[in-house]
Nanobody, 116 residues
Framework: QVQLVESGGGLVQPGGSLRLSCAAS????????LNWYRRPPGKERELVAG????????NYVDSVKGRFTISRDNDKKTVILQMNSLKPEDSAVYYC?????????WGQGTQVTVSS
């Protein structure tokens, strides 16, 4: 059974940090590209960061460049999103996604709220 389980969300003050983790099971994790998406309240879902399967190339939406870092551990089957210097506009439900060819798996999401 394929599972992606996010954790690490919560309430944080502006300027703070959070570390999101996504634990995977039920598929060959190492050959999948991995992504973090987010859906802010009342807005469309957007791609935040991605990391490729083999070379580990990363990409980020402009609004998080220099603040967020995506990484993966194929042995532990986890993908991490380190989020620093958080802003109120980063508040959203964050989802991890594993993708390979026609296969696309999603987690249930974790809420991140940045507020004073």
């Amino acid at each position: 059974q394929v599972q992606l389980v996010e954790s690490g969300g919560g309430l944080v003050q502006p300027g703070g940090s959070l570390r999101l983790s996504c634990a995977a099971s039920g598929f060959t994790f190492s050959v999948y590209a991995l992504n973090w998406y987010r859906r802010p309240p009342g807005k469309e879902r957007e791609l935040v960061a991605g990391i490729s399967n083999v070379a580990g190339r990363t990409n980020y939406v402009d609004s998080v460049k220099g603040r967020f870092t995506i990484s993966r551990d194929n042995d532990k089957k986890t993908v991490i999103l380190q989020m620093n210097s958080l802003k109120p506009e980063d508040s959203a439900v964050y989802y991890c996604d594993a993708r390979r060819e026609s296969r696309d798996y999603w987690g249930q999401g974790t809420q991140v709220t940045v507020s004073s």
